[in-house]
């Protein structure tokens, strides 16, 4: 298919690439957008001492299911990385890693957002490409729906591909194949790419609560249903499963 950034020719079926995949529901429909397109994909996940280590769980699960369900992508699952950035954890005074109410700050940012979060993935990830030979680093960061986090603008990522290729003196192409998609736009891009099966493993097994909330079941998925990334997701799947007129 034709990815929503597709601006030139399909990279060759070799190229390998790295997917940063926190367990969410973005980076997992971009884990199955490169399988899809490449010959190889890494996966690499963060732990920063987020409050709940349920997203780093769910990482493990849905490689699995995507190994044990879709043969045709199996053959190209290579390994998973794990990279511990304690020190992000420190300097964080947010809801992800303290017991604090999500709630809008002074500025207008929620106090989920992580000072440079996204640009200290890209260095990291950059940083491993490189010494795997990977030039193909895929991100799930989204502008349409970014929750007002600046990391994840189109022109962000465009400027962090260019530090990166100039600073390791390499040629990364950094994709963002949900940046101008909504949510129930990814989840069509999830159907695209691996149809209901997929769908359904998105929804069942990928992680987006900001409380890890893993015991109340909806049709969206699982999650504590009140805060704002339930909130954003339970939009996505009403938009995607509601009739078209
Ligand atoms: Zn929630």
Known sequence: M????????PPAPADKALVLFSGGQDSATCLAWALDRFGQ???????????????????????????????A??????????????????????ALTRDAEIALQADGLPNTFVPGRNLLFATFAAALAYRRGVKHIVLGVCETDYSGYPDCRDDTIKAMQVALNLG?????????????????ATWRLAEALGGAPLVALVRDESHSCYR????????????????PACELRAKGWEGYTAPHV
């Not at 034709?2 to 020719?9: E, F, K």
């Open 2 to 9: 034709i990815a929503p950034d597709d601006r030139s020719a």
């Open 41 to 71: 994909v890494e996966t690499l996940g963060f732990d920063y001492g987020q409050r709940h280590v349920v997203e780093l769980a769910c990482r493990a699960t849905i490689r699995d299911r995507l190994l044990a369900d879709f043969p």
């Open 73 to 94: 992508w199996a053959g190209r699952l290579g390994p998973d990385h794990t990279l511990a950035l304690a020190a992000l954890g420190q300097l964080s005074e947010t």
């Open 168 to 184: 390791m003196q390499t040629r990364f192409v950094l994709h963002t194949p949900l940046m101008w998609l909504d949510k129930a």
């Open 212 to 227: 890890g909330d893993r015991s109340h079941r909806h049709p969206w998925g699982f999650g504590c249903g009140t805060c």
